[in-house]
């Protein structure tokens, strides 16, 4: 089954404390992008990338880190976590083609303490 | 900058009514234009997209949308709605340089028995 998967679902830590946030897609699509998703500000993108090794930053990317080492991967890492990354994380992937939709994960709700 | 408006944050309809969900973008170019919607705990589902032709356009679940450029709108419609179709609604622009979309804010949709 095509399907993005993101790991953990559900995370609760403390301020500073580094966490990876896992996102993998068994559909070979070249673009990948993680978004937070907050109240009344709808789906903001924090980082893309369109291919291995190749990576920019979105709309709102500080405070993040990614990296694109395989195709299939594209990890969001934060270094040390502040209250105000509390969100909901979804990973997305598409073709590299123009109107090709993207393809999203189930979201992780990440609660910083 | 592009953006993406949807005035509406939450409606409720009955079930068996129509329903339309506004979404109006700011964009100089012909957009890319897409409906997603999320079901609790989901990740986001692809509706339906606009690319170019026809204004009128079919998705899944019943719904359609109508680009109309002279009103920079791109409003979803569904002539009956049902129980399960309760969630929120994105509109969306992917920008032109191909590679990021641009998210409203969201519709929450409740649906009455």
């Known amino acids: 089954e095509a399907q993005v998967t993101q790991n953990p679902r559900y995370l609760i830590t403390v301020t500073g404390k580094k966490l990876t946030v896992t996102c993998s897609q068994n559909?070979?699509?070249?673009?990948m992008s993680w978004y937070r998703q907050d109240p009344g500000l709808g789906l903001r993108q924090i980082y893309y990338?369109?291919?291995?090794?190749?990576?920019d930053k979105g709309d709102v990317p500080e405070g993040y880190k990614v990296s694109r080492k395989e195709k299939r991967n594209f990890p969001l890492i934060l270094e040390s976590p502040s209250p105000n990354q509390t969100s909901l994380y979804f990973c997305?992937?598409?073709?590299?083609?123009?109107?090709?939709?993207?393809?999203f994960g189930n979201g992780t709700r990440l609660t910083v303490t | 900058a592009q953006s993406v408006t949807q005035p509406d944050i939450h409606i409720t309809v009955s079930e068996g009514a129509s329903l339309e969900l506004r979404c109006n973008y700011s964009?100089?170019?012909?957009?890319?234009l897409f409906w997603y919607v999320q079901s609790p705990g989901q990740g986001l589902q692809l509706l339906l997209k606009?690319?170019?032709?026809?204004?009128l356009v079919q998705g899944i679940k019943g719904f359609e949308a109508e680009f109309k450029r002279s009103q920079s709108s791109f409003n979803l419609r569904k002539p009956s709605v049902h129980w399960s179709d309760a969630a929120e609604y994105f509109c969306?622009?992917?920008?032109?340089?191909?590679?990021?979309?641009?998210f409203g804010p969201g519709t929450r949709l409740s649906v009455l028995p």
């Open positions: 990338s369109m291919n291995v090794e190749v990576t």
């Open positions: 964009y100089g170019a012909t957009p890319y």
């Open positions: 997305a992937s598409r073709e590299a083609k123009w109107n090709s939709p993207l393809h």
């Open positions: 969306a622009v992917e920008r032109d340089y191909g590679q990021n979309f641009v």
């Open positions: 606009y690319f170019s032709g026809d204004t």
């Open positions: 559909m070979n699509h070249e673009y």
